[in-house]
């Protein structure tokens, strides 16, 4: 890319793709979890952790909409910080 340093475009990249790397293993992990609640604990077990796989593998780019989302969700949410909204002392 033109006007961008090496080192910030292998900063970027492995960011990202440290992401996924934790993406996947929450998704897969979330994944079998809900496969063994709706099939029950040997059928999930036995083929829960192909399913999660494959839903790791696919949905585990999308990580950085989840970040956003929540930050949105705790930046909307959350009540301002008190310090800002302290009256001021006034000078002597």
Known sequence: MPGVSFLEEVATVAGYKGGIVGAWVLVFIGAWICYIAKYG???????????????ASVLCWLW???VLAVTALLVWTLP??????APRPTPP
């Open 80 to 85: 301002p910080p008190r310090i800002a909204s």
């Open 41 to 55: 604990f040997l059928p999930g077990v036995e083929h829960g952790w192909l399913v999660a796989g494959i839903a």
């Open 64 to 66: 950085p909409l989840p």
